[in-house]
């Protein structure tokens, strides 16, 4: 077996059903834990996104620690992920895709809530948290703690070059060049002076890139697909019955929207939670890293704002997509080309091109384009904070950014499929520390979410100032 073969066996082994029942099985876990609090009080953290006092302690308000969360979430897995999630699992994906996510509002407040719990100050005056502090300070057998927090980190500083980087750049030049032809080196050149723009100056330029680039881009996405959504609206109704039927059902179904797309219940379900984790990133403890960074008063209070990332990621952002494709009746359509089934971003172009003609290539290479290039901004912060947790030497982090903007040209201009699954499997194995430190440490989390809901939620939404400073 040659090596490629063995990265692909591994990382479908990473991602497969054992890693997505424990990713989705710690969410339900945490559901019950917290007695659905993250549930009840979504729309109270919605409100909280844009509470934002600058004399607490952080380097960043929380609209933009949120912000950077998302601009590495909501990416080619919001356009690509779900458009192949409805081929290879069929529409019923879409509503597994939700399920998941649901329970991923308790892991995302979890991971956050012990992000900003375990956060220290570093050298130059910033802050630093996320998985592998909580890991090393909130786990009490020493040993463990560590050991969990140095896989942790070393994870993430791998699977910010590929997933967080390469993949993301390939994404971009790819679809400039199937679309326009425009060279991919140029592509690459254009995407690596942006970045390097954006990035060498740290968390304070990407907050404030990020707090401009992700509700632009999700306004004009959201506006597209909505226009789509309308222009086929006649076709909703029949699509969102057969997502919910396909999803439940036990047989292989094949029809309606579905077009020749035959999907049991297992395959709709794995493809779904599958596509949904990856998109959103819930358990995954990298928007943890982001909500350290931001002002808040009470670790709590940060974690029902950055929870809310996964509902906007999967649940609006995804749920678009999702129905842009039901509606259009290109779900199980072929490339005449080529006799293949439409998929990923062809699918979704194809989608869009219903309403659109062609300007539907302009919309999804745009949109694509903007949602990849945040991912690069959110995904540097990452891993640059994962290598400062591993050597504190401030001129590596430096090095860390031009490197690591100078790798995008590499990812826009060589596909290299051994690098794609083994950041791939990195990005995976970050779950394994991540959800044992969740599980290890639930009484934390209930803990500050207890005392946050009894001491400000209560009395917030009986409209009483609270100050926790």
């Given at each position: 077996?040659?090596?490629?073969?063995?990265?692909?066996?591994?990382?479908?082994?990473?991602?497969?059903?054992?890693?997505?029942?424990?990713?989705?099985?710690?969410?339900?876990?945490?559901?019950?834990?917290?007695?659905?609090?993250?549930?009840?009080?979504?729309?109270?953290?919605?409100?909280?996104?844009?509470?934002?006092?600058?004399?607490?302690?952080?380097?960043?308000?929380?609209?933009?620690?949120?912000?950077?969360?998302?601009?590495?979430?909501?990416?080619?897995?919001?356009?690509?992920?779900?458009?192949?999630?409805?081929?290879?699992?069929?529409?019923?994906?879409?509503?597994?895709?939700?399920?998941?996510?649901?329970?991923?509002?308790?892991?995302?407040?979890?991971?956050?809530?012990?992000?900003?719990?375990?956060?220290?100050?570093?050298?130059?005056?910033?802050?630093?948290?996320?998985?592998?502090?909580?890991?090393?300070?909130?786990?009490?057998?020493?040993?463990?703690?560590?050991?969990?927090?140095?896989?942790?980190?070393?994870?993430?500083?791998?699977?910010?070059f590929g997933i967080g980087n390469m993949t993301q750049a390939?994404?971009?030049?790819?679809?400039?060049?199937?679309?326009?032809?425009?060279?991919?080196?140029?592509?690459?050149?254009?995407?690596?002076?942006?970045?390097?723009?954006?990035?060498?100056?740290?968390?304070?330029?990407?907050?404030?890139?990020?707090?401009?680039?992700?509700?632009?881009?999700?306004?004009?996405?959201?506006?597209?697909?909505?226009?789509?959504?309308?222009?086929?609206?006649?076709?909703?109704?029949?699509?969102?019955?057969?997502?919910?039927?396909?999803?439940?059902?036990?047989?292989?179904?094949?029809?309606?929207?579905?077009?020749?797309?035959?999907?049991?219940?297992?395959?709709?379900?794995?493809?779904?939670?599958?596509?949904?984790?990856?998109?959103?990133?819930?358990?995954?403890?990298?928007?943890?890293?982001?909500?350290?960074?931001?002002?808040?008063?009470?670790?709590?209070?940060?974690?029902?704002?950055?929870?809310?990332?996964?509902?906007?990621?999967?649940?609006?952002?995804?749920?678009?997509?999702?129905?842009?494709?039901?509606?259009?009746?290109?779900?199980?359509?072929?490339?005449?080309?080529?006799?293949?089934?439409?998929?990923?971003?062809?699918?979704?172009?194809a989608a869009f091109s219903t309403v659109f003609g062609e300007?539907?290539?302009?919309?999804?290479?745009?949109?694509?384009?903007?949602?990849?290039?945040?991912?690069?901004?959110?995904?540097?912060?990452?891993?640059?904070?994962?290598?400062?947790?591993?050597?504190?030497?401030?001129?590596?982090?430096?090095?860390?950014?031009?490197?690591?903007?100078?790798?995008?040209?590499?990812?826009?201009?060589?596909?290299?499929?051994?690098?794609?699954?083994?950041?791939?499997?990195?990005?995976?194995?970050?779950?394994?520390?991540?959800?044992?430190?969740?599980?290890?440490?639930?009484?934390?989390?209930?803990?500050?979410?207890?005392?946050?809901?009894?001491?400000?939620?209560?009395?917030?939404?009986?409209?009483?100032?609270?100050?926790?400073?």
């Open positions: 077996m040659d090596f490629a073969a063995l990265m692909a066996d591994i990382n479908n082994f990473v991602w497969g059903p054992i890693m997505l029942a424990l990713l989705v099985g710690t969410g339900v876990f945490l559901t019950l834990r917290l007695r659905f609090l993250p549930w009840i009080n979504l729309g109270y953290a919605i409100r909280m996104i844009f509470r934002h006092k600058a004399d607490h302690e952080g380097d960043i308000s929380p609209f933009q620690s949120l912000m950077t969360a998302l601009s590495a979430t909501v990416g080619t897995g919001n356009i690509v992920g779900v458009a192949t999630a409805m081929v290879l699992g069929g529409p019923g994906a879409l509503v597994w895709m939700w399920i998941s996510a649901a329970f991923g509002l308790s892991t995302k407040y979890a991971e956050s809530v012990l992000a900003v719990k375990y956060r220290v100050t570093n050298g130059v005056g910033e802050m630093s948290g996320g998985p592998m502090y909580a890991m090393r300070y909130g786990i009490r057998n020493k040993f463990i703690g560590r050991t969990l927090a140095f896989l942790f980190a070393l994870f993430v500083v791998l699977a910010s390939n994404s971009i030049a790819m679809a400039l060049s199937h679309s326009y032809a425009i060279p991919a080196y140029a592509t690459g050149a254009v995407i690596t002076v942006l970045a390097l723009a954006v990035l060498i100056r740290g968390i304070h330029s990407i907050g404030k890139v990020s707090s401009v680039v992700v509700p632009g881009m999700a306004a004009f996405y959201f506006v597209t697909a909505a226009i789509v959504i309308i222009a086929n609206f006649s076709a909703v109704p029949a699509g969102v019955a057969e997502m919910f039927r396909m999803a439940f059902s036990f047989d292989s179904v094949a029809g309606g929207v579905g077009g020749s797309i035959v999907a049991s219940m297992l395959t709709s379900m794995r493809w779904g939670v599958a596509r949904g984790v990856f998109s959103n990133e819930a358990g995954l403890g990298s928007a943890p890293i982001a909500a350290a960074a931001a002002q808040t008063d009470h670790a709590s209070r940060q974690g029902y704002v950055n929870m809310t990332g996964t509902f906007f990621d999967t649940m609006i952002v995804c749920m678009l997509t999702g129905l842009v494709i039901a509606s259009s009746g290109m779900l199980g359509m072929t490339n005449p080309a080529t006799g293949e089934l439409l998929s990923g971003a062809e699918l979704t172009i300007y539907g290539k302009l919309i999804i290479s745009i949109s694509l384009s903007l949602f990849a290039f945040s991912t690069i901004l959110g995904w540097e912060y990452y891993g640059e904070k994962a290598l400062e947790y591993l050597i504190k030497k401030r001129p590596v982090i430096m090095g860390y950014r031009v490197l690591f903007s100078l790798v995008t040209f590499v990812g826009a201009t060589t596909a290299l499929e051994v690098v794609w699954n083994f950041s791939d499997t990195m990005n995976g194995l970050m779950a394994i520390p991540n959800l044992i430190c969740l599980l290890i440490l639930h009484k934390d989390i209930a803990d500050e979410c207890f005392d946050f809901q009894r001491n400000v939620v209560v009395k917030e939404k009986k409209g009483q100032v609270v100050d926790m400073s």
